[in-house]
Each structure stands twice: as structure tokens, then as C-alpha cells.
């Protein structure tokens, strides 16, 4: 992922591109006929990627409550139906009376959060990438946006130690949990697995809340 990133110059703006973890044409790992078929988390843990590195985080229509979950992209044979498959989005989800189980859903929720912390951080929506570290089971960088300034770290699998060096001195504030942290150009934290830390520089504190996969 790191060389992924290290590659936006080739762009004339990274942060307009546009990123996401499926859609009709192509599925996760360039499978390009089955809706994502894998564990809830492994979706959020993608969703905390998407929603904090540069580029405009887009959801294939009914990602949010794992519609069709594994279920071919489109038709494929003779004897295959639009309702047989994930092609069209159909069914009763949206009706007033069923909306307050669709966003009980935990990934509509998880979403619903992502997206209140973006909006909030004008860093995650239009700041630059730096200080991009990867390794096994996790990655950090920082984003930056005129006095908006955010070191994010992200954990898959299992807890991580965070640590970004060359960052702004002062004091950051997580987004996630509220915790505060008193920086001279070394950040360092924890993040649960498959969670996010999300650090602003002079920020708020928490944002948001009820995601079963931000903690």
C-alpha cells in the first residue's frame, strides 16, 4: 500500500481521486464477479482506510448493510435474475418502516461515524499525505490541510503501537476516543485492532459516535 501511495505524483490532485472498496465492475482483490463475501469487520477495517487517506471515499449502493452479500456482481447466465444477483438494488430497506433496522445495521452505523469525522476534519477531505509508514499489521501517516493537521494510525488483526516522528509539536486530541496527547514532534499511541486512532493537531476531541468497529 505504501508503494501505492508513494506513486500520486503521477496525478495531478491525489486527493480528487476517487476510492473505493467494490463497485458493479469490479469487487475486492479485482474479483470482478462477486459482491464482498468476507467477514463484517474485514469491510470496516477497509472503511477506516478509505475514509482517512487521500482521495473521495465511494460506496457501491447497498455496501451499508452488506447487500447481497457474495453474491455475483451481475448476471452471468441464462437462468440468472437481477434478483439473484447484486446488480440492482431492490427490496424494501428504504421503506419508512424499515429504516430504522437498515441503520441499525453496524456498517451503516460504522459509515454514519466515518463520516461524521471526516466532515468534521477538513485534513481527511482535502490534505496532503505524508509521513506514509507500513508494516504488518498496520499503517500511519499524517494529512495535512492548511491549519488543519491529522496523524492517523490504523490496526488490522491485532492491537498496535503507533509512532510518527517529524509531526507539529502541541497537542493532539483523537477524534475516536477523546484521548489528548501532548506532542514535541513525536507522536506515539495505541490503536485497538482493526480500529482507527485519528489525532488532530488542536482538535475537538471525539466526534460522533456509535460504531461497533471505532473504539
Known sequence: ?????????????????????QNHDVGPDNDFRFRFKGEQWMAAA?????WTVRGI???YYG??????????????????????TGRAYFGDH????RLPATMAHPLFRHLRHLNQIRR??????????????EWGAGVSFVREYQDSYVVVGLAIGSDQHVCVEGVRAGV???AVTGRELHCTGQLQFEVPANSAGIYVWNGC???GSGSPYLR
Open 1 to 21: 500500500m505504501g508503494v501505492v501511495f508513494s506513486r500520486d505524483w503521477i496525478y495531478g490532485d491525489p486527493t480528487k481521486l476517487v476510492t473505493f472498496l
Open 46 to 50: 477497509s472503511y477506516n482506510l478509505l
Open 57 to 59: 471515499p465511494c460506496l
Open 63 to 84: 455496501e451499508e448493510i452488506e447487500f447481497m452479500k457474495a453474491a455475483p456482481q451481475d448476471i452471468i447466465g441464462n437462468e440468472d435474475t437481477l434478483s439473484s
Open 94 to 97: 428504504l421503506r419508512e418502516e
Open 120 to 133: 468534521s476534519i477538513s485534513a481527511l477531505q482535502k490534505g496532503t499525505m505524508s509521513h506514509v509508514n
Open 172 to 174: 493532539y486530541r483523537c
Open 205 to 207: 476531541g471525539r466526534i
